[in-house]
């Protein structure tokens, strides 16, 4: 084993998942809760075109490969006049992608609060918006930190595709060095350990998080 060249890549490695995966997933992870709250808020609004719309938005991103989606903006939009450079096409994909996910987890979680929480918000005066912030929303935070953890979770390893459009992430820095040295096994495996490493990451402050948002049990 060539434990010069393991030495030597750990550095380079590590700076990709700093300088772009981990930015990369934060940015999309963000962006994607806010497409999916309106995702859900829209599923569950009682206006049929507002839930129509968000129906057909979740089945097409829900039913064709990330791959496919990530090409479609960045190799097909030039096509009809419009040109993105590799991070925001890679940001609007993943953010597309987490939103059309995590949107039925949210919308399952806000429907999950039982009616009578409703009920109890109106009788002492809140508006439906009030009840749903204050009263329903951080319950079904609670509830959905477990499946929103998986999809961030997911997010991470799925950001590795942003390197097939030049994305110089953590995988595409991997690829770079094992290329011209051959040593794919080794290489391959530091990046995949450093992949292990952010996720053992945030699967340690998920159990953070599930425990502090135990106070809003019911």
Do not use: H
Request: glycine fraction near 8%.
């Amino acid at each position: 084993m060539d434990w010069e060249l393991i030495g030597s890549s750990v550095g380079p490695i590590v700076l990709g998942a700093i300088q772009a995966t981990i930015p990369l997933t934060a940015a999309s992870f963000v962006l994607g809760i806010v497409i999916a709250v309106a995702m859900a808020l829209a599923r569950i609004s009682g206006i049929a075109w507002l839930s129509g719309i968000a129906r057909v938005y979740i089945s097409i991103i829900r039913g064709t490969p990330l791959l496919v989606q990530l090409f479609v903006i960045f190799y097909g939009m030039p096509q009809i006049g419009i040109t993105l450079d590799p991070w925001p096409s890679a940001i609007i994909v993943l953010s597309m992608n987490v939103g059309g996910y995590a949107a039925e987890i949210i919308r399952a979680a806000i429907l999950s609060i039982p009616r009578g929480q409703w009920e109890a918000a109106a009788m002492v005066g809140m508006s439906r918006g009030q009840a749903l912030w204050r009263i329903v929303l951080p319950q079904a935070a609670r509830v959905s930190v477990p499946p929103l953890s998986n999809t961030l979770i997911s997010l991470v390893k799925d950001s590795s595709l942003a390197s097939l459009i030049l994305v110089t992430e953590l995988f595409r820095v991997a690829q770079r060095i094992a290329a011209p040295s051959g040593e794919f096994i080794v290489i391959y495996s530091l990046a995949a350990a450093v992949y292990w490493v952010i996720c053992l990451v945030l699967a340690f402050g998920q159990d953070r998080l599930e425990r502090r948002l135990e106070r809003y049990a019911v």
